[in-house]
């Protein structure tokens, strides 16, 4: 796992944001294409986009979409933390082979106060973002619970607000757009369409994941991207175990009654949301516009929905489907508006 750059950040430090996820918001360096790939007019004609960029964009874009789906199939049948917890677990000790493997065993080291940071912010964005989304979907569809989740960008900016800073009028328009979105998603749980507890644990859930994203942008992380995913997987993964274990999700949970489609759900997080796209997102961030990269943000969200209805049966409601283009604009027009500042 691990995230995608926060769409309403500065451009240089693009964060991942997106709880459901397997995305770990990373200290992205600053892409070297900026220069390369001027955005006002009069500077040297932009550089054309290979095949290997539009493919890396459609794996963030279905892999990433379809990992709210993922979730809802793994908690059939396995509690929602325990689950969360050992995905990113297996995720870390994978990526951390990885990393070893390609760059030597030194490239895990780490300085106390780093390893801290890191470990602070695996627990804001995997334990408080995407454990929350599994509690969550266990009581609203995984569509719904993309929808919610696509806010995120919505209360980064509130929390970059809250911490000094002065966003862009075309910002704050889709802020309020965003919680005007946000207020007809709500009304399946007002009315009692779906659980109202399922629904606030995304919005909390989108809240944390938003809080580690700003937080990653200040706090020191290890300067290797990887390696700072790492360490966030493995306090993140840890996290949801203990949390898992005071909840008491261990009580009655039999592995061998876990079903198929569950395992396999299961190792497609870990394998496909966790490692391969995030590593074609972390490329992305450096062979492509972030304004391209940042478009996941609204087309996820989407992807999500439609697999939802296709492969699950989930209703595509009025709410969910009204409220759902409203946030998508908010989130578009947060994004177009922070990255032509």
Request: with cysteine.
């Amino acid at each position: 796992m691990t995230s995608p750059a926060d769409p309403s950040a500065d451009a240089s430090a693009d964060l991942p944001a997106d709880p459901s996820a397997d995305r770990v918001a990373v200290a992205a360096p600053t892409p070297p294409f900026t220069a390369a790939l001027p955005e006002k007019p009069g500077q040297p004609a932009r550089r054309r986009l290979g095949g290997a960029v539009w493919a890396a964009l459609a794996i963030v874009y279905v892999v990433w979409g379809s990992t709210y789906l993922g979730i809802r199939v793994v908690v059939e049948t396995v509690p929602p933390f325990l689950a969360s917890g050992s995905r990113f677990i297996v995720a870390g000790l994978l990526l951390a082979a990885i990393v070893a493997w390609r760059h030597g065993p030194a490239a895990l080291k780490v300085d106390r106060r780093r390893l801290g940071s890191a470990a602070l912010v695996g627990l804001l964005l995997i334990l408080g973002g995407n454990g929350l989304v599994n509690l969550a979907e266990t009581d609203i569809p995984s569509g719904l619970a993309a929808l919610l989740i696509a806010a995120v960008p919505v209360w980064v900016v509130l929390l970059r607000r809250a911490a000094g800073e002065r966003p862009g009028p075309g910002a704050y328009g889709g802020v309020l757009l965003g919680v005007a979105g946000l207020a007809v998603l709500t009304l399946p749980g007002l009315s009692g369409d779906v659980g109202i507890g399922g629904v606030l644990a995304v919005l909390l859930a989108a809240l944390l994941w938003s809080l580690g994203t700003v937080s990653s942008a200040r706090l020191p992380l290890p300067a290797n991207p990887f390696t700072a995913s790492v360490y966030e997987m493995l306090a993140g993964g840890v996290g949801g175990i203990v949390v898992g274990l005071l909840r008491g999700e261990h009580h009655g949970f039999d592995p061998g009654a876990v079903s198929g489609s569950s395992w396999a759900a299961l190792a497609y997080l870990v394998v496909f949301g966790s490692l391969i796209a995030f590593t074609a997102y972390a490329w992305l961030l450096q062979s492509a516009p972030i304004s391209l990269a940042a478009t996941y943000a609204y087309v996820n969200p989407v992807v999500a929905v439609l697999l939802g209805a296709l492969i699950l049966d989930e209703a595509l409601t009025w709410p969910i489907l009204l409220g759902g283009g409203i946030v998508v604009a908010a989130v578009c027009l947060i994004v177009t508006t922070e990255r032509r500042g």
